[in-house]
Structure formats: C-alpha cells, structure tokens
C-alpha cells in the first residue's frame, strides 16, 4: 500500500504534547508478576507530508524520569547494571518507514537505549483529530512493541533460589500520544 486516508489528516509538523503524553514499560518479575512504570517524553517531533506513510518521526525519552512507585528500583534502574543515566541520559527513536500490514498501522524505526541503536517496529492504534478550547489542532494516539532488553545492553539479572530469574527479558512499551499541529 502506498497511501493511506486517514480521515481529518493534516500534512504539517506536529510537536508532542508531553503533559498528554506517557511513555510505559512492563517486564516480568520473579518470573510470576509484571513490573510497570513510565518515563516522561522529553521531546518529539512529527513532520507529515501529504502522504501519511511518508511521515517521520523523531523523539526522546528523559530516562532519570522513571517511575516505578519504588525509589529504591528506580534508583538502582538509573544505574550502571541498567541504564547507566549519567552517560546515556535519553532514549532516542527515529522513524525508518511507516507501512499497513493486515489492516494494522505500523511505525517502523531505530531505538536507541544505553547508546545501542536496533530496528523496532510499534504497533499504531490511532487515536483521531480534534480542536482543542484555544484552537490548536490534536492528533492523538497509542503504540505498543515488544524488544529484548538485552539485545540493548541491559542485561542485569539475578538468579532466584526457587529457579528462573529476577527480571525478564522481554519489556513491553507503550506510547500514549497527543501531539500539536504546529501553526504557520
């Protein structure tokens, strides 16, 4: 497919709103719970042609923002054995392609976590269009991809007595996006 109509679509650059946006993770933990938290959007950017599928998009993850409900976790997240945030304080995305598979919207692209670039692909479920009380134009919208956090570096674990590990490979993330057409 090499269009897509997407009822109420504007070409133009749209900025991320991160008060109406989050970043979410979940990961296995002990092998019988999941962990979640968040991260706080630093910054993205969306520019869109006429054409949807040849949108691109760039963006930046703060990752000293996360949030677990454990400071003791979040702390030891931000460090070293995880994302080592003193020397890789963000997390990056850029867009490589944008296709329909199977009816589904996908977000080709390269994520950057702890300076290890690999091709993910999310998932798009959008949102739609709307003018907000000031007269800005919104777009909103969610994404979800599942990576091997080792293939990034973040390898950390701990052996457990009753068998398995700590922490699990596979970390699902969620976007939930709401993004700004930017005016002339």
């Not at 679509?9 to 900025?15: A, D, K, M, Q, V």
């Not at 979410?24 to 991260?39: D, L, N, Y």
């Amino acid at each position: 497919m090499s269009t897509i109509d997407i009822p109420g679509y504007r070409s133009g650059t749209w900025i991320l709103d991160p008060s109406h946006s989050e970043v979410t993770f979940s990961v296995r933990h002990m092998m019988i719970s999941k962990v979640r938290g968040t991260f706080g959007v630093k910054s993205a950017t969306l520019v869109a042609p006429e054409n949807p599928l040849e949108t691109s998009v760039t963006a930046s993850v703060d990752v000293a923002s996360i949030d677990t409900q454990d400071e003791g976790r979040d702390g030891h997240l931000r460090s070293a054995d995880f994302f080592d945030v003193e020397n890789h304080p963000t997390m990056e995305f850029v867009s490589t392609g944008a296709r329909v598979e199977n009816g589904d919207l996908l977000i080709d692209g390269d994520l950057t976590i702890r300076g290890v670039s690999k091709p993910v692909t999310f998932e798009l479920d959008f949102g739609g269009f709307g003018q907000d009380p000031y007269g800005n134009y919104k777009a909103g919208a969610s994404a979800k991809t599942v990576i091997n956090r080792e293939d990034f570096g973040l390898t950390w674990n701990a052996a457990l007595e009753t068998g398995g590990v700590l922490v699990g490979k596979e970390i699902t993330i969620g976007l939930d996006l709401q993004a700004a057409l930017q005016q002339d």
